[in-house]
């Protein structure tokens, strides 16, 4: 069992910064690929980005179209800790975001595995 908690969510200004983290507890967590997820009023929730397991710091990225070049995600296997810097704030980014895991990059938008989530709000 892998439990999840985010922080770092708040209001910003658009073109503005935000960093959230998401700390892991539970099962061995370096072992497990991470990802954010977001989900706006009224709308699914959305893959954002998710970051691979590895043993010898070479861990692969992926993120949607939507936030490539702007958020950067990160791992801390030391911290049991994920990070999702995210820069030049768009209003549409506004969401409630969620941690994830799961054993495999590939299949983490099945994950079983979520965080409670953090709100983001993006103004204008």
């Known amino acids: 069992q892998v439990q999840l908690a985010e922080s770092g969510g708040g209001l910003v200004q658009a073109g503005g910064s935000l960093r959230l983290s998401c700390t892991a507890s539970?099962?061995?967590?370096?072992?497990?690929?991470m990802g954010w997820f977001r989900q706006a009023p009224g709308k699914e929730r959305e893959f954002v980005a998710a970051?691979?397991?590895?043993?010898?710091?070479?861990?692969?990225?992926r993120y949607a179209d939507s936030v490539k070049g702007r958020f950067t995600i990160s791992r801390d296997n030391a911290k049991n800790a994920v990070h999702l810097q995210m820069n030049s704030l768009k209003p549409e980014d506004t969401a409630v975001y969620y941690c994830?895991?799961?054993?495999?990059?590939?299949?983490?938008?099945?994950?079983?595995?979520w965080g409670l989530g953090t709100q983001v709000t993006v103004s204008s």
């Open positions: 539970g099962r061995t967590f370096s072992s497990y690929a």
């Open positions: 970051i691979s397991w590895s043993s010898w710091g070479d861990s692969s990225t």
């Open positions: 994830a895991a799961n054993p495999l990059l590939a299949t983490i938008t099945r994950t079983q595995y």
